[in-house]
């Protein structure tokens, strides 16, 4: 009388725990499948080229810095708000190149305010908007007219593409300062959120 299909299962089982248990751990570590950490899929920008500029207005007190640089993930360019002299705010979100292309070219008059360009920072200080636009004059994407005062036109993007592609193709990496300073202060914010922890839990001495 043959075995039932239920003992027959039984000893496949066994012998497939038998055969992994077999196998050195550290074999089997490696073959194991490897769940991705879900922060791997943010992107990140390397940086090409650090810049510094006026600002739009000749009544600006201290210039601006930027930066660009490239998604290289998906081969797009990107242009930020690096640093302010003063003390306005801004933000320091890449935004895409071809953003600014489409809005643009989108423009039916010229000359124009930089407040075209408001739907890059939507929901953030104004300041942006005059900021980015200072910052387009200066890599020639937009030029600066007489009247009326700040206003401007569209320039050319050759020359801001062309120093993209020859840096990316050189492979050139700088140091994203933003972000290590961020890294920075995150530390020492929660260095201090323990220490008050800390601080809570010490019993208190007896008198």
């Not at 751990?25 to 073959?31: C, H």
Request: charged share 35%.
């Amino acid at each position: 009388m043959g075995k039932s299909k239920k003992t027959v299962k039984t000893e496949e089982g066994k012998k497939q725990k038998d055969e992994i248990d077999s196998v050195p751990k550290e074999k089997l570590e490696k073959t194991m499948p490897v769940e991705k950490d879900t922060d791997d899929t943010k992107p990140v920008i390397r940086i090409l080229s650090h810049g510094s500029c006026p600002k739009l207005s000749a009544r600006g007190v201290g210039d601006l810095e930027y930066e660009v640089g490239i998604d290289d993930e998906i081969d797009e360019a990107c242009i930020r708000i690096a640093g302010n002299a003063s003390s306005g705010a801004y933000s320091t979100k890449w935004v895409k190149l071809s953003e600014v292309r489409a809005i643009l070219d989108s423009i039916d008059e010229e000359p124009f305010k930089a407040s075209v360009l408001s739907s890059l920072y939507a929901g953030q200080s104004n300041s942006n908007v005059g900021y980015i636009g200072a910052i387009l004059k200066a890599v020639g994407v937009l030029v600066g007219v007489d009247k009326p005062p700040s206003a401007l036109k569209v320039g050319s993007w050759d020359m801001l593409m062309k120093k993209i592609t020859e840096l990316k193709n050189e492979g050139v990496s700088l140091t994203d300062e933003i972000a290590a300073t961020a890294v920075e202060k995150a530390k020492k914010k929660q260095a201090a959120a323990d220490k008050r922890k800390t601080v809570k839990k010490k019993p208190a001495s007896k008198s």
